[in-house]
């Protein structure tokens, strides 16, 4: 059996589904498209932030704020397949996988929370 320390060593050391996810308004339609290298823990940390008036996204908070939990939902657009390379550097992979998606869906303006980059 493991102790506490070597369960925490070896939990970080577990690769977490990474990917790219969507936060949609169910009221008008808007989207914020972002990415994580734990899809299974960022829901929990929006939804927590969210409900503390603390997200980074001002008009998603007050969106949020407005309408309530309710009006919210959360899904993955897509998972990053790992590879077989020890100590291998995803973010860049992530950033690449999350810009396709902010180009198919548009999540800009009336569309969306997310800003364009210039």
Known sequence: MLDKNEARREYKNTLQPMGVYCLTNSKNGKMFIGSSMNVNNIFNRISFQLKLGSYTNEDVQKDYNLLGEAAFSFKVLDYLKPVDELG???????????????????PYGKSGYNTKNK
């Open 88 to 106: 291998y550097d995803y973010k860049a992979d992530l950033q690449v996988l999350e810009e396709l998606w902010l180009e198919k869906l548009q």
